[in-house]
């Protein structure tokens, strides 16, 4: 029987777990944080001198969200790349649990260390930027609601490219940063998406990236209000429905292909 | 009325494997590209139409050299891989059909250890509890009485896996199985590689669980005194096939004419022509 105080503790079990991680390679952190603050900071100096004040911000925010959307997808298919790497796959597969319930606590942490790195680096960014950010017209409810929707659909793709990772942790790794750069190309992080050739901005139509960002830049470029902005979250929330559910379908049919095949053996 | 024993019946698990390149002739680039093309894939024989049982209570031994299915077979029974055709079960409950049943009672220790290796013993075993439902503290407690039996210094839980030994890695892993309480307990070459003294506290500790516990207990290994002192029966695997089953004393009189001295492992040649002591990982 499905008990959800137990499935809950679980999933805590794999938040725990990464974050334990986490601190045992902050070495490598300090490494991640650095770099974060200065991709952003590099981005929307481009702009200082060139443009106004809310020209730079439109890239910060870029550089910002599109640090957070691609960790949250990145942290999903890391947590097993890792497994694969260590050699525990095997045990946590063998364990009884739900495979919703252990991704669902991989989810959970790519959300709570997207927000922490994110937040941090937002944090750093008015030390650089004081004069040439206008943050007069933010409104951080919408952000805030924007930024949750999104999760969903981006935990999804997260889902999905979990199985490159699960057949084969370096070829997998090179699959999810194609999947990662084309996200970038296509979604319009630091242009508009009309700027693109037709045939591509297709494929922007469907990106979740493309809908954040444009909700986002209206929140704190316009003071977009949540309902101004219903036609993009509802998008988003649309797309986070299909994502997850097929997510999951996927990264089950990748599990059966492991099993029939003998991939879950350590790797690396 | 359920059968409380694991029933392993006519399993079989092909893998298969594109052909390697010809070892005894020098390609050239061209001709490799052109061997990778048309090579086709070649079917392995991992487990082929096994079959055994095992009582509760029992510790029933795998012998066979390196690539012989011993592993695949593990795996099988550790739900970590499919079966091609076959079963089997355990208290009635189907490796396949009811997995998530099946695994609440098993627990494995393989070759490898297999932690995070920039965790302590601790965060790891409790990492791992916490799958099977144990709290941390229950956890820990528990873990610490199965390390002392294990002859591991308990203070050093909180060191990192890596800094530890190997045999101290494999003490690890052995708590982390038995901290769920497994009533089938998988042991995959659980001493390879481990120094004689450890060695000796994994055995002891092994014969000690069937003592204590209800438990059903696979274990494979190359080393023939430790199969033949634990185990009460006795599988010798080659290229997938049980080509041999017995108690150690039956193994032996297969072979043994009057007058000579025959050991577990002068059958296993006869039986297999291999030597494991060349085997050895």
Same mark, same amino acid.
């Given at each position: 029987?499905?008990?959800?105080?137990?499935?809950?503790? +679980?999933?805590?079990?794999?938040?725990?777990?990464?974050?334990?991680?986490l601190?045992?390679?902050?070495?490598?952190?300090?490494? $991640? $944080?650095?770099?974060?603050?200065?991709?952003?900071?590099t981005?929307?100096?481009?702009?200082?001198?060139?443009?106004?004040?809310?020209?730079?911000?439109?890239? +910060?925010?870029?550089?910002? &969200?599109w640090?957070?959307?691609?960790?949250?997808?990145?942290?999903?298919?890391?947590?097993?790349?890792?497994?694969?790497?260590?050699?525990?796959i095997?045990?946590?597969?063998?364990?009884?649990?739900?495979?919703?319930?252990?991704?669902?606590?991989?989810?959970?942490?790519?959300?709570?260390?997207?927000?922490?790195?994110t937040?941090?680096?937002?944090?750093?960014?008015?030390? $650089?930027?004081?004069?040439?950010?206008?943050?007069?017209?933010?409104?951080?409810?919408t952000?805030? +609601?924007?930024?949750?929707?999104?999760?969903?659909?981006?935990?999804?793709?997260?889902?999905?490219?979990?199985? $490159?990772p699960?057949?084969?942790?370096?070829?997998?790794?090179?699959?999810?940063?194609?999947?990662?750069?084309?996200?970038?190309l296509?979604?319009?992080?630091?242009?508009?998406?009309?700027?693109?050739p037709?045939?591509?901005?297709?494929?922007?139509?469907?990106?979740?990236?493309?809908?954040?960002?444009?909700?986002?830049?209206?929140?704190?470029?316009?003071?977009?209000?949540?309902? @101004?902005?219903?036609?993009?979250?509802?998008?988003?929330?649309?797309?986070?429905?299909? =994502?997850?559910?097929?997510?999951?379908?996927?990264?089950?049919?990748?599990?059966?292909?492991? /099993?029939?095949?003998?991939?879950?053996?350590?790797?690396? | 009325?359920?059968?409380?024993?694991?029933?392993?019946?006519?399993?079989?698990?092909?893998?298969?494997?594109?052909?390697?390149?010809?070892?005894?002739?020098?390609?050239?680039?061209?001709? /490799?590209?052109?061997?990778?093309?048309?090579?086709?894939?070649?079917?392995?024989?991992?487990? @082929?139409?096994?079959?055994?049982?095992?009582?509760?209570?029992?510790?029933?031994?795998?012998?066979?050299?390196?690539?012989?299915?011993?592993?695949?077979?593990?795996?099988?029974?550790?739900?970590?891989?499919?079966?091609?055709?076959?079963?089997?079960?355990?208290?009635?409950?189907?490796?396949?059909?009811?997995?998530?049943?099946?695994?609440? !009672?098993?627990?494995?220790?393989?070759?490898?250890?297999?932690?995070?290796?920039?965790?302590?013993?601790?965060?790891?075993? &409790?990492?791992?509890?916490?799958?099977?439902?144990?709290?941390?503290?229950?956890?820990?407690? /528990?873990?610490?009485?199965?390390?002392?039996r294990?002859?591991?210094?308990?203070?050093?839980?909180?060191? !990192?896996?890596?800094?530890?030994?190997r045999?101290?890695?494999?003490?690890i892993?052995?708590?982390?199985?038995?901290?769920?309480s497994?009533?089938?307990?998988?042991?995959?070459?659980?001493?390879?590689?481990?120094?004689?003294?450890?060695?000796? @506290?994994?055995?002891?500790?092994?014969?000690?669980?069937?003592?204590?516990?209800? +438990?059903?207990?696979?274990?494979?290994?190359?080393?023939?005194?430790?199969?033949?002192?634990?185990?009460?029966?006795?599988? &010798?695997?080659?290229?997938?096939?049980?080509?041999?089953?017995?108690?150690?004393?039956?193994?032996?009189?297969?072979?043994? =004419?009057?007058? @000579?001295?025959?050991?577990?492992?002068?059958?296993?040649?006869?039986?297999?022509?291999?030597?494991?002591?060349?085997?050895?990982?």
């Amino acid at each position: 029987m499905f008990d959800i105080r137990r499935e809950a503790e +679980v999933s805590y079990a794999f938040i725990e777990r990464n974050f334990n991680l986490l601190k045992r390679y902050l070495n490598w952190e300090i490494l $991640f $944080f650095t770099y974060s603050i200065v991709n952003a900071l590099t981005i929307g100096l481009i702009m200082v001198g060139r443009g106004s004040a809310q020209d730079v911000l439109y890239l +910060v925010i870029g550089a910002l &969200i599109w640090g957070f959307l691609s960790i949250m997808m990145r942290e999903v298919s890391d947590a097993i790349t890792w497994e694969r790497w260590e050699g525990t796959i095997e045990y946590t597969f063998m364990a009884p649990i739900y495979r919703i319930t252990h991704l669902v606590g991989s989810c959970f942490f790519a959300i709570l260390y997207g927000l922490l790195r994110t937040g941090i680096v937002l944090a750093v960014m008015p030390l $650089f930027f004081r004069e040439h950010i206008d943050l007069s017209q933010a409104n951080w409810l919408t952000m805030a +609601v924007t930024v949750l929707v999104a999760s969903l659909s981006f935990i999804g793709i997260g889902l999905m490219a979990a199985i $490159f990772p699960l057949l084969s942790p370096e070829k997998g790794q090179a699959a999810n940063g194609i999947l990662e750069s084309v996200i970038l190309l296509i979604s319009g992080v630091y242009y508009e998406i009309e700027v693109l050739p037709e045939w591509l901005q297709l494929f922007s139509r469907i990106s979740p990236a493309t809908y954040t960002l444009r909700s986002i830049r209206a929140a704190m470029l316009e003071n977009s209000s949540i309902a @101004d902005q219903a036609h993009n979250l509802i998008l988003l929330l649309i797309i986070g429905i299909i =994502t997850i559910p097929l997510g999951f379908w996927i990264f089950h049919l990748g599990e059966q292909y492991a /099993k029939r095949a003998g991939r879950l053996k350590r790797s690396g | 009325m359920m059968p409380n024993r694991l029933i392993v019946d006519r399993l079989v698990k092909h893998f298969h494997r594109k052909q390697p390149y010809p070892q005894n002739i020098q390609l050239t680039s061209l001709q /490799k590209i052109r061997h990778r093309l048309r090579r086709k894939k070649e079917v392995i024989k991992a487990v @082929d139409n096994v079959s055994f049982q095992v009582a509760m209570g029992e510790i029933y031994g795998i012998l066979g050299a390196n690539g012989s299915g011993k592993s695949t077979l593990i795996r099988l029974i550790s739900t970590l891989l499919l079966p091609d055709s076959g079963q089997i079960s355990f208290f009635g409950y189907d490796v396949v059909n009811d997995s998530f049943k099946f695994r609440q !009672m098993i627990n494995r220790v393989s070759v490898e250890a297999s932690f995070f290796k920039r965790l302590s013993s601790e965060e790891n075993l &409790i990492h791992s509890a916490r799958l099977y439902g144990l709290s941390a503290r229950d956890a820990r407690e /528990k873990a610490e009485k199965i390390l002392v039996r294990l002859g591991f210094d308990s203070t050093r839980m909180d060191e !990192m896996m890596e800094d530890l030994s190997r045999g101290m890695q494999q003490k690890i892993a052995i708590a982390r199985a038995l901290l769920t309480s497994p009533i089938l307990l998988l042991l995959d070459e659980p001493t390879t590689g481990l120094d004689p003294k450890s060695k000796r @506290d994994v055995q002891r500790f092994i014969s000690e669980i069937r003592e204590d516990h209800d +438990v059903v207990v696979l274990l494979t290994t190359h080393d023939m005194v430790e199969a033949e002192t634990l185990c009460d029966h006795i599988s &010798i695997i080659d290229n997938g096939k049980f080509i041999a089953t017995g108690t150690p004393k039956e193994l032996i009189a297969q072979i043994s =004419t009057q007058g @000579d001295k025959v050991t577990l492992e002068d059958v296993f040649i006869e039986l297999t022509g291999k030597d494991l002591t060349e085997d050895v990982e």
